[in-house]
């Protein structure tokens, strides 16, 4: 199994990014997905969830109203569009998959993408 992400980089604050991450070796379309993201000396946190289906999204508060998650089960491909970011945003961002994501775990870890936010 593997979780590729991609699209970091060196972002303004105020600034717009989109990060992705491609599943394979599993089912994409069975599985809820999901963002973490862990920012320089600090513990892995959640970031934002949707379900298999794509109908249904979950934010973690910092980010609702900012982020937004999308999939395309087609490509096997996660989404997360990140608008307005702040300093506080700079962080490694990893994808996530499986049935526990809303509970901080996850069954699959893809190598994370670096966004730095500068202020």
């Known amino acids: 199994v593997q979780l590729q992400a991609s699209g970091g980089g060196l972002v303004q604050a105020g600034g717009s990014l989109r990060v992705s991450c491609v599943a394979s070796?599993?089912?994409?379309?069975?599985?809820?997905m999901g963002w973490f993201r862990r920012a320089p000396g600090k513990e892995r946190e959640f970031v934002a969830f949707?379900?298999?289906?794509?109908?249904?999204?979950y934010y973690a508060s910092s980010v609702k109203g900012r982020f937004t998650i999308s999939r395309d089960n087609a490509k096997n491909t996660v989404y997360l569009q990140m608008n307005s970011l702040k300093f506080e945003d700079t962080a490694v961002y990893y994808c996530?998959?499986?049935?526990?994501?809303?509970?901080?775990?996850?069954?699959?870890w893809g190598q994370g993408t670096l966004v730095t936010v500068s202020s």
């Open positions: 070796g599993l089912t994409f379309s069975s599985l809820d």
């Open positions: 996530a998959a499986g049935p526990r994501i809303l509970i901080g775990r996850s069954d699959y």
């Open positions: 949707i379900n298999r289906g794509g109908d249904s999204t």
